[in-house]
C-alpha cells in the first residue's frame, strides 16, 4: 500500500473520517445555528452608522438674509472645523437658522456628537447677541418607524383620536426595545383666549396687562419649610393651570374695588385650534373587508408611529408593540374606532427569512434529486446535508458578530447557495468513482476516502480561496455602500470556507 497523502485534505479527511467526533461537531452545528435563526435580530435593511445632527439657532426678529450672515455662515464655519464631518446643510429663515451636519460613514455616532456639542458650545461668543442657545438634535436612522398604526372613526374627530392616541403612545414607551414614538396627525388640546377689544377698552385694562398676567400666572415653585407639631412641611407654590376655569379666573385689574376677571374680557376655550395644522385622512381599500361597511369614505385619522432601538429585534419589537395596543384597544378605545397596522417591518423582514427557508428547502431537494440520479442515494445524503450545516454556521457567525437578518444578508446567503455545494458534489464524486474502481485487496474503505480527498482538495481549495478573496475585497469598500455591502463581504466568505471544510 501506497503511503497516505498529507496535503491539508488528507489530513481533515483522515482527522475525521471515522472520528466520533464528526457526529458532535453536526449536533452542535445545528442547535447553534437553529438558536441564531430564533434570536439573531430581523430587520428589513442593514444598520448603517452615518452620525448626523441638526443645529438650530434662533434670532428673533432677523430677516433670513440676517440669519445668514450672523447665524449660518459662523456656525459652519465652527462646523467645518470639526475632523470627520463630511458634509453640511443650512437654511435660513425668518429669525431661525438651520445648519444639518453629517459626519463620515462609520464614524462613532457618539464621540461625533460629543465633539459638534463641545465646538458649537466653546465658539458661542461668535454668535452675535440676541441670538438664542443652539439647539442640537441627533439625527438617526433608527427614528424611521418600524410599526405604524392608524387610528380612524366616523365617530370621532381628530381631536379624539389624537388623545387617544397619545394616551397610548404614553404606554408603549415601557416596551424595552421602543425607541421613539409619535403621534402623527390630530389636533392637539390648547387653552385659547380670545380677547373681547370693546370690553378691553370697557374695563380699560391694557392688552400688556393681560399678557403680563398670563406669563406670570403659571408656575410653580418651593418657598420654604414650614415646621409645624414637630413635623417639616414643604411649601409650594403650585400655580400651573389645570382647565380653562383657572385661566378664566386669573385677576388681570380691577375696578370700583371689584376684582376684574380675565372671563370678563375674554373668552376662554379649552379644545382643538379652530383652524388644523395639518389633515390627516383614511380609507379602506376595495380589498378590504370593511370597505362595503365603509363605503370606501374618508376617516378621520392618526398614526402611532413607533421605532425601535439600535439592534433590537425588529420581529419581537412589532410582536410586542401590537399586542400592547391590542389589549389597549380592548380595555379603552370605543368600539367606533378603527385599529389598522399600516406598516411592519417585522412582519416583512419575518417573511423574507422565511422565504429563505423556503428556497432552502427547494434547493436541497434538487440538489438531492439530481445526485440521487447520478450517484446514488447514500451520496446525495451526504451532499444535502452540507447545505444547512454551512447556512447554519454562516447564521451563527452573523450571530456572534452582530449583524442582522435582512434582505442584503439573506441576499449573500442565497448568492452562495449555488457555489456552497461545489466543493461537497466534486469530494463526493471522486470518492465514488474511487470507491467503484477499486479492486478487492486495495485499501480500506477509510484509506480510499482519504486518498479521494486528498486527490482534489488541492483544486478544491485553490477554487474556493479565489472566491473567497474576490468577496471579502468587499470590505475594502469605504462609506456607505461598504456599510450596506458589508454582510456580503462576511456571509459569503464564511459560507465558502465552511463548505470547504464539511467537504
Do not use: C
Amino acid at each position: 500500500m501506497n503511503e497516505l497523502p498529507r496535503n491539508l485534505a488528507g489530513r481533515l479527511a483522515e482527522m475525521f473520517v471515522s472520528s466520533k467526533l464528526t457526529v458532535l461537531i453536526i449536533i452542535s452545528v445545528v442547535v447553534f445555528g437553529a438558536i441564531a435563526v430564533v434570536f439573531t435580530p430581523r430587520e428589513e435593511n442593514p444598520q448603517i452608522n452615518i452620525p448626523s445632527a441638526q443645529i438650530t439657532v434662533q434670532l428673533p426678529g432677523a430677516s433670513s438674509l440676517e440669519v445668514e450672515s450672523l447665524i449660518v455662515t459662523p456656525l459652519e464655519g465652527i462646523v467645518s472645523e470639526i475632523t470627520g464631518v463630511d458634509h453640511t446643510q443650512a437654511m435660513a429663515m425668518n429669525s431661525v437658522g438651520v445648519v444639518v451636519v453629517q459626519f463620515k460613514a462609520g464614524q462613532n455616532k457618539e464621540a461625533s456628537l460629543i465633539r459638534l456639542y463641545d465646538r458649537i458650545f466653546s465658539n458661542l461668543d461668535r454668535m452675535p447677541s440676541g441670538a438664542g442657545t443652539p439647539l442640537i438634535r441627533a439625527i438617526d436612522a433608527d427614528d424611521i418607524a418600524a410599526v405604524t398604526v392608524t387610528l380612524s372613526s366616523t365617530v370621532y374627530d381628530d381631536y379624539a383620536l389624537k388623545r387617544m392616541a397619545d394616551r397610548i403612545a404614553e404606554r408603549l414607551h415601557s416596551l424595552p426595545s421602543v425607541s421613539v414614538v409619535s403621534v402623527e396627525g390630530g389636533r392637539d388640546r390648547e387653552i385659547r383666549v380670545d380677547l373681547d377689544p370693546d370690553r378691553l377698552a370697557a374695563y380699560g385694562v391694557p392688552l400688556s396687562r393681560v399678557r403680563d398676567t398670563l406669563t406670570g400666572s403659571n408656575f410653580g415653585t418651593p418657598v420654604g419649610n414650614s415646621v409645624r407639631a414637630g413635623t417639616v412641611h414643604m411649601v409650594t407654590v403650585k400655580g400651573f393651570f389645570q382647565d380653562a376655569d383657572d385661566v378664566r379666573n386669573l385677576i388681570v385689574g380691577q375696578n370700583e374695588g371689584r376684582p376684574i376677571y380675565l372671563g370678563d374680557v375674554a373668552d376662554v376655550v379649552d379644545g382643538p385650534p379652530i383652524e388644523p395644522a395639518q389633515l390627516s385622512r383614511f380609507s379602506f381599500g376595495a380589498a378590504d373587508p370593511r370597505f362595503s361597511e365603509f363605503g370606501g369614505q374618508d376617516l378621520a385619522a392618526v398614526t402611532l408611529a413607533v421605532s425601535k432601538k439600535a439592534g433590537a429585534n425588529s420581529v419581537f419589537m412589532a410582536e410586542d408593540v401590537i399586542a400592547r395596543i391590542e389589549r389597549m384597544q380592548a380595555e379603552f378605545l370605543p368600539r367606533e374606532v378603527q385599529l389598522v397596522v399600516t406598516r411592519n417591518d417585522g412582519e416583512t423582514a419575518n417573511a423574507a427569512v422565511n422565504l429563505l427557508i423556503e428556497h432552502l428547502g427547494i434547493a436541497i431537494a434538487t440538489v438531492l434529486l439530481i445526485l440521487v440520479l447520478f450517484l446514488g442515494w447514500r451520496e446525495a445524503l451526504i451532499v444535502a446535508l452540507s447545505v444547512p450545516l454551512v447556512l447554519l454556521v454562516t447564521v451563527g457567525a452573523d450571530f456572534v458578530a452582530g449583524i442582522t437578518i435582512n434582505r442584503v444578508s439573506l441576499f449573500a446567503l442565497i448568492l452562495s447557495l449555488g457555489l456552497l455545494v461545489d466543493d461537497a458534489i466534486v469530494v463526493i464524486e471522486n470518492i465514488h468513482r474511487h470507491y467503484a474502481n477499486s479492486r478487492k485487496g486495495d485499501d480500506s474503505k477509510r484509506d480510499t476516502t482519504i486518498r479521494a480527498s486528498a486527490e482534489v482538495g488541492g483544486a478544491a481549495n485553490l477554487a474556493t480561496a479565489t472566491v473567497v478573496v474576490v468577496f471579502a475585497s468587499l470590505v475594502l469598500v469605504s462609506g456607505m455602500p461598504g456599510q450596506y455591502f458589508f454582510p456580503v463581504a462576511v456571509n459569503v466568505p464564511i459560507a465558502m470556507t465552511a463548505s470547504l471544510f464539511f467537504a
